[in-house]
């Protein structure tokens, strides 16, 4: 069986920043244990699975897979789905129905694409744990009860710096542990790690800024900010809020395209 593959840096103006992402349309769905073989052989944070949608809610049904497990929402991925499928099918919005995350939709303007996920809204609490083991200094968590953790940072040198435990991290669940501080160059910085999902540190993750926004944007007393993850390959996100949605904006390069080739049944 060959299936058409897509490699796309999304979150990136140029190859070999930004996140990977593996798109792989499907003309209809495969077991779940051969979608995370998959996801496992392109070891990417995630590797987005598209079917027509035949519901009538929306053109595509969207599941993302890391190397080890499916998951709930994924940003880049959604992003980057929406860059192949526009520049495949044409028209300014595409739209995916999934199975945990609503529907999402992703938007063409220029070079830049929109995407519009659910904001991720925080509460202050503590986890002395999680904190010892991200290292640096946090002067305050903030917590998701679907494990959407937050750290604040005094500044932009403590996020660069950290160096945490990930195989303890790993330890505590595949919980997203996002650290943040005021930027220099960007009014937001963060890094990202999932080591209990399989991604010690996520590139440039959707997840997170869908969280990083109605947090910053309460802080900075204004719905819109830029940020910049920064992770070895780097990602610069537009954030905004408008209502119950984060609206993250970034550009998205194709660096591979060809076919995944399965064995034949028996």
């Avoid at 209990?196 to 719905?223: I, M």
């Amino acid at each position: 069986m060959k299936l058409p593959y897509t490699h796309v840096d999304a979150f990136a103006s140029r190859p070999f920043t930004g996140n990977q992402a593996a798109v792989m349309p499907l003309d209809e769905w495969l077991d779940d244990a051969t979608l995370l073989a998959i996801a496992e052989e392109n070891n990417f944070a995630e590797t987005a699975f598209l079917v027509k949608d035949d519901t009538g809610e929306a053109d595509w049904e969207l599941r993302w897979f890391t190397p080890t497990e499916e998951v709930r929402l994924c940003g880049h991925a959604t992003l980057a789905s929406g860059h192949v499928m526009l520049g495949r099918d044409g028209g300014e919005a595409v739209s995916f129905r999934t199975r945990q995350s609503g529907i999402l939709e992703v938007r063409k303007l220029g070079e830049v694409y929109e995407l519009a996920l659910p904001a991720i809204r925080t509460e202050q609490g503590e986890w002395p744990e999680a904190a010892a083991l991200l290292g640096g200094s946090p002067t305050e968590c903030w917590r998701n009860p679907h494990g959407y953790d937050l750290f604040l940072y005094p500044d932009e040198d403590s996020i660069h710096t950290l160096e945490p435990d990930l195989r303890g991290l790993a330890k505590l669940g595949n919980n997203l542990f996002v650290c943040t501080a005021p930027g220099r160059d960007t009014d937001v910085v963060s890094r990202v790690f999932v080591p209990g999902g399989g991604v010690d540190e996520d590139p440039v993750t959707g997840a997170a800024h869908a969280t990083l926004t109605p947090f910053w944007a309460e802080r900075l007393s204004r719905e819109s900010f830029t940020a910049y993850q920064a992770s070895r390959r780097g990602g610069h996100v537009g954030c905004r809020l408008e209502g119950d949605r984060a609206i993250l904006s970034g550009q998205c390069v194709t660096v591979v395209e060809g076919s995944f080739y399965l064995p034949s049944a028996g």
